[in-house]
Protein backbone atom coordinates (compact mmCIF):
# COMPACT_ATOMS: atom_id res chain seq x y z
CA UNK A 1 0.00 0.00 0.00
CA UNK A 2 2.64 2.39 1.28
CA UNK A 3 4.91 1.63 -2.09
CA UNK A 4 1.58 2.02 -4.06
CA UNK A 5 1.41 5.59 -2.46
CA UNK A 6 4.73 6.31 -2.76
CA UNK A 7 4.37 5.88 -6.27
CA UNK A 8 1.34 7.71 -6.96
CA UNK A 9 3.21 10.67 -5.61
CA UNK A 10 6.04 10.37 -7.54
CA UNK A 11 3.67 10.72 -10.57
CA UNK A 12 1.96 13.57 -9.11
CA UNK A 13 5.33 15.66 -8.66
CA UNK A 14 6.82 14.34 -11.92
CA UNK A 15 3.62 15.50 -13.98
CA UNK A 16 2.57 18.52 -12.53
CA UNK A 17 5.51 20.64 -13.83
CA UNK A 18 4.65 18.82 -17.38
CA UNK A 19 1.36 20.82 -17.38
CA UNK A 20 2.29 23.73 -15.86
CA UNK A 21 4.98 23.79 -18.75
CA UNK A 22 2.38 23.60 -21.63
CA UNK A 23 0.10 26.09 -19.65
CA UNK A 24 3.28 28.45 -20.14
CA UNK A 25 3.96 27.60 -23.65
CA UNK A 26 -0.04 27.83 -24.60
CA UNK A 27 0.25 31.36 -22.98
CA UNK A 28 3.32 32.34 -24.42
CA UNK A 29 2.10 31.57 -28.20
CA UNK A 30 -0.47 33.62 -27.35
CA UNK A 31 1.29 36.29 -26.62
CA UNK A 32 3.51 36.16 -29.60
CA UNK A 33 1.01 36.04 -32.21
CA UNK A 34 -0.60 39.21 -30.58
CA UNK A 35 2.17 40.79 -30.63
CA UNK A 36 2.72 40.53 -34.04
CA UNK A 37 -0.38 41.62 -34.72
CA UNK A 38 0.65 45.05 -33.10
CA UNK A 39 -0.55 44.70 -29.77
CA UNK A 40 -4.20 44.04 -27.95
CA UNK A 41 -5.28 47.36 -28.97
CA UNK A 42 -4.76 47.01 -32.64
CA UNK A 43 -7.16 43.83 -32.31
CA UNK A 44 -10.08 44.68 -34.71
CA UNK A 45 -13.01 44.74 -32.41
CA UNK A 46 -15.74 46.63 -34.56
CA UNK A 47 -15.56 47.92 -38.33
CA UNK A 48 -16.79 48.36 -41.58
CA UNK A 49 -15.79 46.64 -44.47
CA UNK A 50 -16.35 45.97 -48.48
CA UNK A 51 -15.53 42.68 -50.18
CA UNK A 52 -15.79 40.79 -53.03
CA UNK A 53 -17.41 37.15 -52.03
CA UNK A 54 -17.76 34.59 -55.12
CA UNK A 55 -18.62 31.21 -54.66
CA UNK A 56 -16.19 28.98 -56.95
CA UNK A 57 -13.73 26.48 -57.43
CA UNK A 58 -11.76 28.41 -59.80
CA UNK A 59 -9.32 30.89 -58.32
CA UNK A 60 -10.69 34.54 -59.65
CA UNK A 61 -8.56 36.94 -61.33
CA UNK A 62 -6.91 39.60 -58.80
CA UNK A 63 -8.73 42.57 -57.77
CA UNK A 64 -8.61 45.73 -59.51
CA UNK A 65 -8.49 49.23 -58.54
CA UNK A 66 -12.27 49.96 -59.97
CA UNK A 67 -13.65 47.03 -58.15
CA UNK A 68 -16.82 47.46 -56.70
CA UNK A 69 -17.41 43.98 -54.27
CA UNK A 70 -20.66 43.11 -53.56
CA UNK A 71 -21.22 43.08 -50.41
CA UNK A 72 -20.63 45.83 -47.15
CA UNK A 73 -21.25 44.63 -43.65
CA UNK A 74 -20.51 45.85 -40.09
CA UNK A 75 -18.97 43.56 -37.97
CA UNK A 76 -18.89 43.67 -33.91
CA UNK A 77 -16.37 41.02 -33.09
CA UNK A 78 -17.76 38.27 -30.98
CA UNK A 79 -21.02 40.02 -31.42
CA UNK A 80 -23.69 40.32 -34.38
CA UNK A 81 -22.64 41.29 -38.39
CA UNK A 82 -25.10 42.78 -40.40
CA UNK A 83 -25.32 43.03 -44.25
CA UNK A 84 -26.91 46.82 -44.73
CA UNK A 85 -29.34 46.81 -41.33
CA UNK A 86 -29.79 42.97 -41.35
CA UNK A 87 -28.03 40.55 -39.13
CA UNK A 88 -26.68 37.62 -40.29
CA UNK A 89 -27.70 34.53 -38.37
CA UNK A 90 -25.06 32.25 -39.23
CA UNK A 91 -23.05 31.62 -36.09
CA UNK A 92 -19.99 30.07 -38.12
CA UNK A 93 -19.25 33.20 -39.80
CA UNK A 94 -19.43 35.15 -36.62
CA UNK A 95 -17.02 32.74 -35.19
CA UNK A 96 -14.80 32.65 -37.70
CA UNK A 97 -14.63 36.41 -37.75
CA UNK A 98 -13.88 36.80 -34.14
CA UNK A 99 -11.09 34.24 -34.76
CA UNK A 100 -9.51 35.72 -37.98
CA UNK A 101 -9.67 39.15 -35.19
CA UNK A 102 -7.21 37.01 -32.82
CA UNK A 103 -9.63 38.24 -29.99
CA UNK A 104 -11.11 34.87 -29.27
CA UNK A 105 -7.18 34.05 -27.99
CA UNK A 106 -7.68 36.69 -25.46
CA UNK A 107 -11.18 35.62 -24.65
CA UNK A 108 -10.78 34.66 -20.39
CA UNK A 109 -13.42 32.14 -21.48
CA UNK A 110 -11.19 30.31 -24.16
CA UNK A 111 -9.30 27.42 -23.27
CA UNK A 112 -6.04 27.31 -25.64
CA UNK A 113 -4.36 24.28 -26.52
CA UNK A 114 -0.93 24.22 -28.37
CA UNK A 115 -1.72 21.82 -31.60
CA UNK A 116 1.48 19.56 -33.37
CA UNK A 117 3.65 21.50 -35.92
CA UNK A 118 2.17 21.47 -39.75
CA UNK A 119 3.05 22.84 -43.03
CA UNK A 120 0.64 25.65 -44.92
CA UNK A 121 1.84 25.81 -48.69
CA UNK A 122 5.21 24.60 -47.78
CA UNK A 123 5.70 26.50 -44.81
CA UNK A 124 6.43 25.58 -41.36
CA UNK A 125 2.97 26.37 -39.09
CA UNK A 126 1.93 26.37 -35.40
CA UNK A 127 -1.68 25.66 -34.30
CA UNK A 128 -4.19 27.33 -31.68
CA UNK A 129 -6.60 24.97 -30.70
CA UNK A 130 -9.69 26.91 -28.98
CA UNK A 131 -12.41 25.47 -27.48
CA UNK A 132 -15.09 26.31 -24.22
CA UNK A 133 -15.80 29.54 -25.62
CA UNK A 134 -17.87 28.45 -28.27
CA UNK A 135 -19.66 25.40 -29.29
CA UNK A 136 -17.18 23.63 -31.43
CA UNK A 137 -13.67 24.32 -31.32
CA UNK A 138 -11.91 25.79 -34.06
CA UNK A 139 -8.05 25.51 -34.83
CA UNK A 140 -6.26 28.70 -35.54
CA UNK A 141 -2.51 28.45 -37.92
CA UNK A 142 0.41 30.62 -37.86
CA UNK A 143 3.57 30.91 -39.84
CA UNK A 144 6.50 30.15 -37.73
CA UNK A 145 8.22 32.23 -38.68
CA UNK A 146 6.44 35.50 -38.66
CA UNK A 147 3.44 34.18 -36.11
CA UNK A 148 0.94 35.68 -38.72
CA UNK A 149 -1.87 34.06 -39.01
CA UNK A 150 -2.22 31.60 -42.20
CA UNK A 151 -4.99 29.67 -41.70
CA UNK A 152 -7.95 28.83 -39.93
CA UNK A 153 -9.59 24.70 -39.60
CA UNK A 154 -13.41 25.14 -38.65
CA UNK A 155 -15.90 22.33 -39.04
CA UNK A 156 -15.33 20.95 -42.63
CA UNK A 157 -13.18 24.01 -44.44
CA UNK A 158 -9.61 24.93 -43.92
CA UNK A 159 -9.48 29.09 -44.32
CA UNK A 160 -6.55 30.19 -45.74
CA UNK A 161 -5.87 33.90 -45.14
CA UNK A 162 -2.82 35.93 -47.35
CA UNK A 163 -2.04 39.74 -48.54
CA UNK A 164 -2.00 41.25 -45.29
CA UNK A 165 -2.82 44.71 -45.20
CA UNK A 166 -3.12 47.72 -42.77
CA UNK A 167 -5.73 50.25 -41.68
CA UNK A 168 -4.41 53.88 -41.21
CA UNK A 169 -4.70 53.25 -37.33
CA UNK A 170 -2.32 49.89 -37.83
CA UNK A 171 -4.82 47.04 -37.41
CA UNK A 172 -3.70 44.42 -39.74
CA UNK A 173 -6.28 42.08 -41.34
CA UNK A 174 -5.83 39.72 -44.78
CA UNK A 175 -7.32 41.16 -47.99
CA UNK A 176 -7.73 37.90 -48.95
CA UNK A 177 -9.63 34.19 -48.04
CA UNK A 178 -9.87 30.67 -49.86
CA UNK A 179 -12.14 27.91 -48.12
CA UNK A 180 -11.15 24.45 -48.93
CA UNK A 181 -13.39 21.80 -47.76
CA UNK A 182 -11.33 18.89 -45.98
CA UNK A 183 -11.70 15.17 -47.88
CA UNK A 184 -10.49 14.03 -44.61
CA UNK A 185 -10.28 16.49 -41.35
CA UNK A 186 -8.56 13.59 -39.17
CA UNK A 187 -5.27 13.62 -41.91
CA UNK A 188 -5.38 17.29 -42.64
CA UNK A 189 -6.91 16.13 -46.20
CA UNK A 190 -7.95 18.78 -48.48
CA UNK A 191 -9.62 19.20 -51.44
CA UNK A 192 -7.24 20.81 -53.88
CA UNK A 193 -10.28 22.90 -55.25
CA UNK A 194 -11.25 26.07 -53.17
CA UNK A 195 -14.77 26.39 -52.95
CA UNK A 196 -14.75 30.13 -51.89
CA UNK A 197 -12.76 32.88 -51.84
CA UNK A 198 -13.06 36.40 -50.64
CA UNK A 199 -11.15 39.67 -51.17
CA UNK A 200 -11.32 42.74 -48.83
CA UNK A 201 -11.38 45.77 -50.73
CA UNK A 202 -12.12 48.23 -48.05
CA UNK A 203 -11.86 48.10 -44.36
CA UNK A 204 -12.46 50.71 -41.65
CA UNK A 205 -12.45 50.07 -38.05
CA UNK A 206 -15.35 51.68 -36.04
CA UNK A 207 -15.59 53.76 -32.81
CA UNK A 208 -19.42 53.07 -32.09
CA UNK A 209 -22.38 51.50 -34.21
CA UNK A 210 -23.74 53.21 -36.80
CA UNK A 211 -27.27 55.00 -35.85
CA UNK A 212 -29.01 52.59 -38.43
CA UNK A 213 -27.67 49.87 -36.44
CA UNK A 214 -28.12 51.02 -32.60
CA UNK A 215 -30.87 49.55 -30.62
CA UNK A 216 -34.40 51.71 -30.89
Not at 72 to 92: C, E, I, P, Y
Request: proline share 5%; net charge neutral.
Amino acid sequence: MLHKLGLSLIAVVVMTPCLHAEELDSKQRVEQVVAAAGGEEKLLKLFRFRERVLITATPAAPVTADEKGNRTSVVQVAGDWWLGTNKRDKDKVRVLCWAWSLRILIDPKSKIEVLPETAINGKSAFGLRVSESLKEPIDLLFDKEDQRLVGIDYTDTRHLFSEWKKTSDGHRYPSHVAGHRFTDRAKGMLNEKQWYQTDILELTPLSELPVELKPQ
